[in-house]
């Protein structure tokens, strides 16, 4: 096991947060401009067209991107035989998608949109299929700019589509479509990526190939019922508009899937390539890791919580300004979410990939029943929250529980509690504006930093330990 594993992880996750949340940032400051030009029903047609293509993503390339990043990881797999298998599994996907694309016509929210919602889809699956190869082979820093240059691509053709042509729905979900294809093109052409193609791969890849990606593709249909459903649900049970208002209020909540997933794409790769040293000393470093990964999450959700309504009116239109109330429970859901993927890391160490899939399924079917139960009661869009939060705060304990049989890392359980109940007491006492909330924000996240300082302390203390002892090599 390599020595200098903390610093590795930290500067790939510098490398990646570089490539990545800056721009991200940027994309998360066009809400005011998006809302805007787009409606609540406009916003809500094209979210709910984004949405749809990102649960067909995974049927279309059966689950085969998952597949590529783990396998072209193992040193001695034969990485021509993996990226052709992942190439010629989205390639048959998409010419059956084109063969299935009548039955999209069966619902008429997509009417005049399916075209939209088949290059979006296929775009995302060949920009994905070579950037997760890239990223696998350890070129972070190639992973990070094609990052930037693609959400830059999608701003600069929002301004355009919507601004200048004035093409609504249509304009705002092609800017990434042409940003992804672009992106795609980039890598494969800066890459030679046409070299790891072979017309004769090597067969015995193909099968463990599909074992593990196979039940990915359930699993990511899973995991998207339980983030994505209730957008649905509203939209059906109550309007297009009120759907649109809730959707703008995942975008604050988002900067804590952004903070996540730049950390878990660092994390993964520092998982799984030291998985094959000391099994005690791999245990170590995922209760580091771990310890201060749910700290910072914790604190962030808090910050979230706290600004939520200064900032919801800052970045939206009028019109929006109701989606405020929304966003601390999806706050608290965001930092679950992020805690179950953490866990599940476990699965993609150990191949375990069955295991996401009973996970995920367990928190959509909780999902769907209280979003059937809740979203017609009085709780109203509320409870589309409560949903979400509930189902992936049960996904977490689950995962948090089942991988320990796996990897014997500490959870430090008391501290989760405890951050738990300090978190959703600031998201009660905002969603009720409580007399003080101020007040009562600002100790909850004293406390919340005073309780997980020694993490902070003890993950920095590694870093610094570990950059040390490099140097003086």
């Known amino acids: 096991m390599s020595k200098n594993k903390y610093t590795t992880l930290l500067s790939n996750t510098l490398l990646?947060?570089?490539?990545?949340?800056?721009s991200k940032l940027l994309v998360f400051l066009m809400v005011r401009f998006y809302t805007g030009y787009l409606t609540p029903s406009d916003y809500s047609t094209a979210d709910l067209i984004t949405q749809t293509a990102n649960l067909l993503f995974p049927i279309i390339s059966l689950g085969i991107t998952?597949?590529?990043?783990?396998?072209?990881?193992d040193k001695s797999s034969n990485r021509k035989s993996v990226f052709t298998f992942g190439f010629l599994?989205?390639?048959?996907?998409a010419v059956l998608f084109f063969a299935l694309t009548p039955i999209l016509k069966l619902f008429e929210d997509f009417t005049g949109f399916i075209w939209l919602i088949v290059v979006y889809t296929l775009a995302a699956c060949y920009h994905a299929l070579c950037s997760q190869y890239i990223r696998a082979i350890g070129k972070t820093a190639l992973f990070a700019i094609q990052g930037i240059i693609n959400t830059m691509l999608v701003i600069v053709l929002n301004i355009l589509f919507l601004a200048v042509f004035d093409i609504g729905v249509t304009g705002y979900v092609l800017s990434v479509v042409v940003a992804d294809t672009l992106c795609a093109l980039f890598l494969f052409v800066k890459e030679k990526l046409w070299r790891m193609l072979t017309i004769k791969p090597d067969k015995s890849?193909?099968?463990?190939?599909?074992?593990?990606?196979i039940p990915l593709i359930p699993t990511t249909v899973f995991w998207w019922i339980t983030s994505v459903s209730d957008r649905y649900m509203v939209?059906?049970?109550i309007s297009s508009s009120a759907n649109g208002i809730y959707t703008v209020s995942y975008k604050l909540p988002t900067l804590l899937t952004l903070v996540s997933s730049i950390f878990m794409q660092a994390w993964q790769f520092s998982a799984v390539t030291e998985d094959n040293g000391n099994k005690e000393e791999h245990s170590l470093f995922y209760s580091k890791v771990w310890s201060s990964f749910q700290a910072v999450m914790f604190l962030a959700g808090a910050a979230v919580i706290a600004f939520a309504k200064p900032v919801i009116r800052l970045l939206t239109a009028e019109d929006y300004y109701s989606a405020w109330i929304y966003v601390p429970l999806l706050a608290v859901s965001m930092v679950y979410t992020a805690f179950a993927s953490f866990t599940g890391t476990v699965y993609v160490v150990t191949k375990k990939s069955v295991n996401s899939f009973v996970t995920a399924f367990l928190g959509a079917a909780i999902n769907i029943v209280l979003n059937f139960l809740l979203i017609p009661s009085a709780l109203g869009v509320q409870g589309a929250a409560i949903a979400t939060v509930s189902s992936y705060f049960i996904v977490f304990i689950i995962r948090a529980l089942n991988s320990q049989k796996y990897i014997k890392y500490k959870l430090y359980g008391w501290h989760i509690a405890l951050n738990t109940i300090?978190?959703?007491?600031?998201?009660?006492v905002m969603i009720l504006e409580i007399k003080y909330w101020i007040l009562i924000q600002t100790v909850c996240i004293i406390m919340l930093l005073a309780f997980n300082l020694n993490f902070f302390i003890g993950f920095a203390e590694k870093i610094f330990s570990s950059f040390f002892r490099r140097n003086k090599r």
């Open 16 to 22: 990646i947060s570089m490539g990545t949340f800056g």
């Open 66 to 73: 998952e597949g590529v990043f783990r396998f072209a990881m």
């Open 89 to 93: 599994s989205i390639t048959v996907g």
């Open 205 to 213: 890849v193909l099968l463990p190939m599909l074992k593990y990606s």
């Open 235 to 237: 939209n059906e049970m």
């Open 422 to 428: 300090i978190i959703f007491t600031q998201a009660t």
